[in-house]
């Protein structure tokens, strides 16, 4: 197949998206996504593991592999607690300051969110930790993104000791929506909450009182 120059040229920013968290350290592939989302979707996330969703549904629609519950592509893209080394699990306790680091390839603006979501319902637990309405991720380059955006603390809110007790049970999900782009991102970092005076041996903990 030929393609002109111009084509080509056209190809790369679709090939080269778009963003995840970088830090705490956020889900990535391996043999659990392959056996629940099949071979196409890890390829795609494996390739370039900052792109969107949109394009999943059509490749897991392919693969004979495809367990939709069990794969659950608009949560963590279908990246599963199975495949995160049990290091990247981070444990926290209610009022705990985080830090987030997003690695932000390509901008879209659009809308975005940070939030604690039961992987169970799919639904978000409390408020969302961070919300930005519009305005998230303006311009054509990384550097054109205000550092707030990508750069951010968010607080372990209170009352979660149960429902999050368990890794697993919930996740920290990045959410961004690219409105022109009509492109979806979404990074996964696991944790459980450990109860107040029960995390003795846990370092790094950064209270504000
Ligand atoms: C994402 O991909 C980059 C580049 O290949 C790699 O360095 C990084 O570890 C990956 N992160 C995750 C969470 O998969
Ligand atoms: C927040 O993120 C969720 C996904 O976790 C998304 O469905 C929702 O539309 C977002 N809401 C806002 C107000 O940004
Ligand atoms: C996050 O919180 C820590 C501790 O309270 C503070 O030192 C740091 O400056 C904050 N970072 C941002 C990006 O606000
Ligand atoms: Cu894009």
Redesign the pocket.
């Given at each position: 197949m030929l393609f002109t120059t111009a084509a080509l040229v056209a190809l790369i920013p679709l090939a080269a998206s778009h963003g995840?968290i970088?830090t705490p350290?956020?889900?990535?592939?391996g043999p659990a996504i392959i056996a629940n989302c099949g071979a196409k979707v890890e390829q795609d996330i494996r390739l370039d593991?900052?792109s969107h969703v949109e394009g999943l549904p059509e490749l897991a629609a392919k693969d004979s592999a495809y367990n939709a519950a069990k794969c659950n592509l608009w949560l963590c893209k279908g990246l599963q607690f199975a495949d995160n080394p049990t290091a990247n699990t981070q444990t926290w306790q209610a009022g705990q300051v985080v830090p987030i680091k997003i690695w932000l390839r390509i901008p879209h603006e659009g809308s975005a969110n940070v939030s604690i979501v039961d992987t169970k319902s799919n639904k978000i637990v409390g408020d969302m930790l961070k919300v930005w309405a519009k305005g998230y991720a303006p311009g054509k380059k990384e550097s054109d993104v205000p550092l707030d955006q990508t750069q951010f603390n968010v607080t372990v809110p209170e009352g979660l000791e149960d429902k999050c007790a368990t890794a697993g049970d919930c996740v920290l999900q990045w959410w961004w929506y690219g409105t022109a782009a009509k492109q979806t991102y979404e990074?996964c970092v696991d944790f459980k909450i450990a109860k107040k005076g029960m995390a003795e041996g846990s370092t790094a903990r950064v209270f504000k009182a």
């Open positions: 995840l970088t350290p956020s889900r990535p592939t593991n900052t990074s």
